[in-house]
């Protein structure tokens, strides 16, 4: 409101259409949010002692299924972001795996995410989004909605044995490392966004129209004729 409030007065008292000074103020108003968010979520603070229980609750509620697959707690922390966000993270004891949960007040997702040797990564998640724009070479991604943690788990290792096939090798993350890996991770999404002009709208026009349909699939069927040089290049 404090963003669009004053730009659709300085659209009336200019005589510009509405619709055009309340798009304007909207990609300006997501500007900022965009340059908000990439400072804030860099700082990984601990989570407030007040007001955040109902979300531990919620991440804590299938902590046993989590457990039972082979994850054990690795780390938890906060990002004061616009949509605040609790985040727990887990590790899998025997399988170099890395699962992050998250609770945005609204709304929960979560990621599972591998690395392997030569900077490439896979990232399996129920958060759509991460398919709104076409993503880097090298950061490889199965969407998945509306799947329990233990068919992510298994849609996650399905992906795992389609790199090594393809003669990729996973690696462990050190426990240490994963704070690290978790900024870097952000930063160059922001990275991006920064480097193109057009990224924020190529975000917004993406999420919108739900583009990126062909990361909801398994990777073996984004890539039918194995995994091209291209994904690897860059």
């Not at 943690?149 to 462990?172: C, I, K, T």
């Not at 900024?183 to 739900?210: H, N």
């Amino acid at each position: 409101m404090a963003v669009m409030a004053p730009v659709l007065w300085l659209g009336d008292w200019l005589g510009l259409p509405f619709f055009l000074t309340a798009a304007a103020g909207f990609i300006a108003l997501n500007y900022l949010l965009f340059a908000y968010n990439s400072r804030a979520m860099r700082v990984l603070r601990p989570i407030p002692e007040r007001g955040y229980d109902r979300r531990r609750e919620a991440l804590e509620r299938d902590e046993h299924v989590l457990f039972n697959l082979g994850f054990r707690k690795l780390d938890e922390f906060y990002l004061k972001s616009v949509s605040d966000v609790v985040v727990y993270a887990y590790e899998h004891r025997s399988e170099p795996v890395i699962l992050c949960a998250y609770h945005a007040g609204v709304k929960s997702f979560c990621d599972f995410v591998t690395k392997f040797e030569g900077d490439v990564s896979l990232l399996t998640t129920t958060a759509g989004t991460a398919g709104a724009v076409r993503r880097p070479a090298r950061r490889l991604a199965q969407i998945f909605k509306n799947l329990d943690y233990a068919q992510m788990f298994e849609e996650h290792r399905r992906g795992v044995a389609f790199l090594e096939r393809q003669g990729l090798r996973a690696s462990e993350l050190p426990a240490t490392s994963f704070r690290q890996f978790f900024v870097d991770s952000v930063q160059e999404f922001y990275d991006c966004g920064r480097r193109d002009r057009l990224f924020l709208l190529r975000f917004m026009g993406g999420f919108l129209t739900a583009a990126g349909q062909s990361y909801r699939r398994p990777l073996e069927q984004q890539y039918p004729a194995g995994l091209p040089r291209e994904a690897l290049a860059g």
